[in-house]
């Protein structure tokens, strides 16, 4: 069985940082491109950072870039998100998931909320 846990939201004030882990089980990461998308309120989720297992390749949104930083350790199986320079936009529900090839993730976590206050 696949899971994929997500912690390390909270609340934080503009400018401010946290680090989001995923912990993945049931799957050896190292297989694995994994991705860090968000959903905020009323919005469509959207895509925030990508990791490649082949490469290493990362890819973000324009959004993020410069301020979020994504990384893997797969000796732990977790994958990480450094955010940065965080701002009220940021706040969102923020899922970790896994896919083996091209096309759509296969496997998703059940989120950790991120709010950003002014």
């Known amino acids: 069985q696949v899971q994929l846990v997500e912690s390390g939201g909270g609340l934080v004030q503009a400018g401010g940082s946290l680090r989001l882990s995923c912990a993945v089980s049931g799957r050896t990461l190292s297989s694995y491109d994994v991705g860090w998308f968000r959903r905020a309120p009323g919005k469509e989720r959207e895509f925030v950072a990508a990791s490649r297992w082949r490469g290493p390749v990362t890819l973000y949104a324009d959004y993020v870039k410069g301020r979020f930083t994504i990384s893997r350790d797969n000796a732990k199986n977790t994958v990480y998100l450094q955010m940065n320079s965080l701002k009220p936009e940021d706040t969102a529900v923020y899922y970790c998931?896994?896919?083996?090839?091209?096309?759509?993730?296969?496997?998703w976590g059940q989120g950790t909320q991120v709010t950003v206050s002014s």
């Open positions: 998931a896994l896919r083996a090839g091209q096309g759509a993730y296969d496997y």
